[in-house]
């Protein structure tokens, strides 16, 4: 899931913000509670939340990212 985040982000530059949650270390464990707590169940192993909302739950395409990017309102 990263890679295909890793492969999308440099074209929004300074629009976006990403993260990746890593459960094994401390911060990934307490963010990947944060996540689940907001959805009211556990936050699929990989997803992609934006703004806290759960976007994809399974892998996408670096088209269907870049689909939903272009369509999502950037503000900032």
């Not at 094994?24 to 944060?34: F, T």
Request: aromatic fraction near 10%; proline fraction near 8%.
């Amino acid at each position: 899931m990263a890679r295909v985040v890793e492969l999308v982000a440099p074209a929004y530059k300074d629009t976006l913000h990403w993260e990746k949650v890593i459960t094994k270390e401390m911060g990934g464990a307490l963010r990947y509670g944060e996540l689940s707590k907001h959805l009211g169940r556990p936050a699929p192993v990989p997803s992609i939340f934006i703004n806290g909302e759960l976007v994809f739950d399974q892998t996408p395409s670096e088209e269907a990212l870049r689909d939903y990017m272009d369509r999502y309102p950037m503000t900032g």
